[in-house]
Nanobody
């Protein structure tokens, strides 16, 4: 089992920045592909960004590309999401996800483990 705990959410004005963190406890984090997803009220969970085990390969949803950056620190069992130029439409619960397969992927079904999420609210 892998436990994932997110932090760093909050309320920010449009144009502002937030940095989300996800710490993993359990199995060998450095071998896991990791992702960030988000879910707004009344909407389906959607892909935001993913990163492979090495950190060298990353993928982004078109809606966040150029504004968000995913990164990881395997020594700290952590993955991060730097969010810049935030928009009201970025408001959602952001969830960290982990996969025992080492590469990055955009599919929800790819991921085996999920955190509880952290709320991000962007005011206009």
């Amino acid at each position: 089992q892998v436990q994932l705990v997110e932090s760093g959410g909050g309320l920010v004005q449009a144009g502002g920045s937030l940095r989300l963190s996800c710490v993993a406890a359990g199995r060998i984090f450095s071998r896991y592909g990791m992702g960030w997803f988000r879910q707004a009220p009344g909407k389906e969970r959607e892909f935001v960004a993913s990163i492979d085990w090495s950190g060298e390969n990353t993928y982004y949803a078109s809606s966040v590309k150029g504004r968000f950056t995913i990164s990881r620190d395997n020594a700290k069992n952590s993955v991060y999401l730097q969010m810049n130029s935030l928009k009201p439409e970025d408001t959602a619960v952001y969830l960290c996800a982990g996969s025992a397969v080492a590469y990055a992927d955009y599919r929800l079904t790819f991921y085996d483990y999920w955190g509880q999420g952290t709320q991000v609210t962007v005011s206009s």
